[in-house]
Nanobody
Framework: QVQLVESGGGSVQAGGSLRLSCTAS????????MAWFRQSPGKGREGVAA????????FYADSVKGRFTISQDGAKNTVYLQMNSLKPDDTAMYYC??????????????????WGQGTQVTAPS
């Protein structure tokens, strides 16, 4: 089974930037849609951004539009999440998701079959 490995999390002051990476374990793996989700204690899982790997059309949650950018490097089978102007509310565990197995909106986690282990992002005020 394909595995997704996230990296790039850390702690940065509010207003700072981080770049997350999500790399698939198999070089031939290709998922039509890859997404980033986040979850913080006491809150539900939230879809942050997604990218159609064929058309490169991107999708964003309203809370991150204009601050976050999702992109991909097909040669490296990697998806990135560039996060700028981080806010304390962005503090969460961030997960990469792929392999759509059912219909639904990109921000609904149940449509994805493969998840990474998560990487922590902390942006204290």
């Amino acid at each position: 089974q394909v595995q997704l490995v996230e990296s790039g999390g850390g702690s940065v002051q509010a207003g700072g930037s981080l770049r997350l990476s999500c790399t698939a374990s198999e070089s031939t793996y290709s998922s039509a849609l890859m997404a980033w989700f986040r979850q913080s204690p006491g809150k539900g899982r939230e879809g942050v951004a997604a990218i159609n790997t064929k058309t490169r059309i991107t999708f964003y949650a309203d809370s991150v539009k204009g601050r976050f950018t999702i992109s991909q490097d097909g040669a490296k089978n990697t998806v990135y999440l560039q996060m700028n102007s981080l806010k304390p509310d962005d503090t969460a565990m961030y997960y990469c998701a792929a392999e759509v197995v059912r219909s639904g909106p990109w921000f609904d986690g149940i449509i994805y079959n493969t998840w990474g282990q998560g990487t922590q992002v902390t942006a204290p005020s």
